[in-house]
């Protein structure tokens, strides 16, 4: 059976959101490396003309990573490649790297952290130096408004309410804030269209 280019269509699969959203993608290395960071600021004084100065002391620590292996084997024969109107070895590479950016936003956000799997972003802790939402209930707890002000607020508190920012939910959560007055009564809107026109990714 011949088949057209035309007529091929590709599978459904989970987009990936994190190039969206902005963030850094580090290339080409090789082995274990260090990002260096400012832990603190220079503290500035008002002194009288003759008073000495206090020194302020920066101090400075890293963030620590090492490689991870992720892999994809996809075998075919040679049939497919002499019957197939379609480049098979082409589609087999384009899925594969579809495969690697779609594994690589799951472990980036629920990523273990043991073994081979890279530690993402729901299993930090406060401890780990992230500011963390506490919210009640098992696997959390319906968003509100006020989780979404206290989101931002988190955020703007650190200092770090700049550049690219957005939020980061699956389609359940966005339905559901489609559908969740941001007050009782719902006067007010919806919360997801209330989310200062940041853009969530599904």
Do not use: C, H
């Amino acid at each position: 059976t011949e088949i057209g280019d035309n007529y091929f269509v590709g599978a459904l699969r989970a987009k990936s959101g994190l190039a969206e959203l902005g963030a850094t993608m580090l290339s080409g290395l090789i082995g274990d490396f260090q990002v260096p960071f400012g832990k603190n600021v220079v503290s500035a004084t008002w002194e009288g003309e003759e008073d000495t100065t206090p020194e302020s002391q920066l101090n400075f620590d890293n963030f620590k990573g090492q490689p991870k292996r992720v892999s994809a084997v996809v075998p075919y024969t040679t049939q497919m490649l002499r019957q197939s109107s379609i480049s098979v070895e082409d589609w087999v590479r384009s899925e594969i790297i579809d495969s690697f950016a779609r594994g690589l936003d799951d472990k980036a956000i629920n990523g273990s952290g043991s073994g081979s799997n890279p530690k993402g972003i729901l299993n930090y802790v406060a401890n780990d130096g992230v500011n963390v939402q506490t919210m009640s209930g098992n696997d959390g707890s319906a968003l509100t408004w006020a989780d979404i002000v206290g989101l931002e607020t988190l955020v703007a508190n650190a200092n770090g309410d700049f550049g690219s920012l957005g939020y980061y939910a699956n389609s359940k959560v966005r339905g559901r804030l489609k559908s969740t007055p941001k007050e009782s009564g719902g006067a007010s809107g919806y919360i997801w269209n209330g989310m200062d026109g940041k853009t969530p990714v599904s």
